[in-house]
Nanobody
Framework: VQLQASGGGLVQAGGSLGLSCVAA????????MGWFRQAPGKQRELVATITSGGNTYYADSVKGRFTISRDNTKNIVYLQMNSLKPEDTAIYYC?????????WGQGTQVTVSS
């Protein structure tokens, strides 16, 4: 498994979801990992990143609502999403933030109803 994201689902606006992504060691390693999302009809966008040391970056649209974390012993990156909005509806993927692997995996669908 190169990249396997899970944890998506259907939630009402204002709700929360926690995503997980298991990555192959060759991808995870000491790389900056990121969560991306792609909404219908839109390009894939970067949501958040985290370095191996735990430094984080968030897109303005999710800042204060989403939290990215990682477990370097298990090659897992997490995304805790709170105060979800309908515009957060998308397929969420994880990958290296820089020079992403071409193997994106299926991602996990997040749907937020109003």
């Amino acid at each position: 498994v190169q990249l396997q994201a899970s944890g998506g689902g259907l939630v009402q606006a204002g709700g929360s979801l926690g995503l997980s992504c298991v990555a192959a060691g060759s991808i995870f390693s000491r790389n900056i990992m990121g969560w991306f999302r792609q909404a219908p009809g839109k390009q894939r966008e970067l949501v958040a990143t985290i370095t191996s040391g735990g430094n984080t970056y968030y897109a303005d649209s999710v800042k204060g609502r989403f939290t990215i974390s990682r477990d370097n012993t298990k090659n897992i990156v997490y995304l805790q999403m709170n105060s979800l909005k309908p515009e957060d509806t998308a397929i969420y993927y994880c990958n290296k933030a820089i020079s992403p692997s071409p193997y994106w995996g299926q991602g996990t669908q997040v749907t937020v109803s109003s």
